[in-house]
């Protein structure tokens, strides 16, 4: 009798242990990166002057998360993907292409006589689908504003962009997981980065059919 209760007193005490680590862990987060460097069309003629470019610290911090689902419902794990954190010199490289010159500033308050401000909508999403073999998508959303040296709003917008990756190198997880999780994290990479470069050609396309407009 004596060892059946040491039994279940140590039984008890494995449990409270095992449950309290597991609550104690927190979520595994992983945080997929994007280049700086995407490359961008050449737009002639160009828009023959020099904008202002600012993005907000809270829009270059901005992650989009995904909680990462499994065959038996959602799991202790996230995706993060890093937009903000590569808007900024992404979206000068293309403004390079279609004005004179792109001058970052660091407050509104350094406006040029024409600034564009840029940031992620919060409608942004990614997903992953169930499996490592699951397509990998980015439904990347912008807002952007052309403002003058004084911050009066001329032209606002929200460009969008869902791109879809595939990653066939998802069935190796069966021989090997963390190949096919690499391979995953790859193709979310991709269809991000693609996602951010159709939305970027979209605001420079946009500001070139209505620069008469806007730029008055």
């Not at 104690?24 to 994007?34: A, D, E, R, Y």
């Not at 829009?59 to 937009?83: C, D, H, M, T």
């Not at 990998?136 to 040296?149: A, F, I, N, P």
């Not at 979310?188 to 605001?203: H, K, N, P, V, Y």
Request: hydrophobic share 40%; aromatic share 10%; proline share 5%.
């Amino acid at each position: 009798m004596k060892r059946i209760r040491s039994f279940c007193l140590a039984a008890l005490v494995l449990g409270v242990f095992i449950i309290t680590a597991a609550c104690s862990s927190g979520p595994k987060i992983v945080t997929v990166p994007m280049r700086d460097n995407l490359k961008f069309a050449e737009r002639n003629p160009r828009i023959p002057r020099t904008i202002g470019l600012y993005v907000s610290p809270e829009a270059r911090a901005y992650i989009i998360k995904y909680q990462v689902g499994g065959p038996f419902g959602k799991e202790n794990e996230y995706r993060y993907l890093s937009v903000g954190g590569v808007l900024l010199p992404n979206a000068r490289s293309s403004l390079s292409q279609a004005f004179a010159g792109v001058e970052v500033m660091e407050s509104p308050g350094q406006a040029k006589a024409y600034y564009v401000e840029l940031e992620v909508d919060p409608a942004s999403s990614l997903e992953l689908g169930k499996f490592t073999f699951s397509e990998k998508s980015v439904d990347l959303h912008l807002r952007y504003k052309v403002k003058r040296g004084n911050g009066a709003v001329l032209w606002q917008k929200v460009i969008s962009s869902k791109t879809a990756k595939a990653n066939p190198a998802g069935w190796a997880a069966g021989l090997w997981k963390p190949y096919a999780k690499k391979a995953s994290n790859t193709k979310l990479q991709a269809a991000g980065e693609e996602s951010l470069t159709l939305c970027l050609e979209a605001l420079n396309g946009e500001l070139i059919t209505h620069k008469a407009t806007i730029f008055r």
